[in-house]
């Protein structure tokens, strides 16, 4: 079974500096897809960023980028020009594609991020 | 595009009742949904994987008698907690997959808020 970890249960960053949030999974399998989720106050999860195994180039999305090191299977977001409404849980998740249409999803437990003006 | 709600948003029932929540996806025909629990400050859970017109895919350890799942339409899934107790007390979230980005990417719901008195 799949399993992802963040090790980091909280952070805190000053609004505008740069933040690092890390994940690492383990797995057997050579497709995938990983994701970064943030979940606000409001408990509505949000996609923030994908990236699938099979590319090398690391995904961006505006402020967010991610870290892909698919040998050492470590998966880590970061957030560039912190701001105040970044505050959320984040959640990295692992997918595995499997036949038919059953994607699921394996989260990590999650990691509180706080942004201080 | 790719919206998914849930409804109700909130639902306080008595223990022993049965209290059903819809999840919808509004936009898009969902091959698959999701249904996951979680606690606070915690991660979210699987239940259980459902494909219209068949049978839900429970996870391991998930009563299937207790919580009932139906997916009767591309558009509707229903998820019945029967004979509630307080422990059933958790926030419900609902996904749909088969969106238009891609049949892999899950689309969350906003969730439903279940308290058991």
């Known amino acids: 079974a799949q399993t992802v970890t963040q090790s980091q249960p909280e952070m805190s960053v000053q609004e505008a500096e740069t933040v690092t949030l890390s994940c690492t999974y383990d797995?057997?399998?050579?497709?995938?897809?990983l994701f970064w989720y943030k979940q606000p106050p409001s408990r509505q999860m949000i996609l923030v960023i994908r990236?699938?195994?099979?590319?090398?180039q690391n995904a961006t999305e505006n402020r967010f980028s991610v870290n892909f090191q698919k040998a050492a299977k470590s998966f880590s977001l970061k957030i560039s020009d912190s701001q105040l409404g970044d505050t959320a849980m984040y959640f990295c998740?692992?997918?595995?594609?499997?036949?038919?249409?059953?994607?699921?999803?394996?989260f990590g437990k999650g990691t509180l991020l706080t942004v201080n003006p | 595009g790719a919206v998914v709600s849930q409804h109700p948003s909130r639902v306080i029932c008595k223990s022993g009742t049965s209290v059903k929540i819809e999840c919808r996806s509004l936009?898009?025909?969902?091959?698959?949904m999701f249904w996951y629990r979680q606690f606070p400050k915690q991660s979210l859970m699987l239940m259980a994987t459902s494909n219209e017109g068949s049978k839900a895919t429970y996870e391991q350890g998930v009563e299937k008698d207790k919580f009932l799942i139906n997916h009767a339409s591309l558009t509707l899934s229903t998820l019945t907690v029967t004979s509630a107790h307080p422990e059933d007390s958790s926030f419900y979230i609902c996904?749909?997959?088969?969106?238009?980005?891609?049949?892999?990417?899950?689309?969350f719901g906003p969730g439903t808020r279940l308290t058991v008195t």
């Open positions: 996904s749909a997959s088969g969106g238009p980005q891609s049949s892999y990417e899950q689309y």
């Open positions: 797995t057997s399998e050579n497709n995938y897809y």
């Open positions: 990236q699938e195994a099979y590319k090398q």
């Open positions: 998740a692992f997918m595995k594609p499997r036949g038919g249409s059953n994607y699921k999803l394996t």
């Open positions: 936009d898009f025909q969902a091959t698959t």
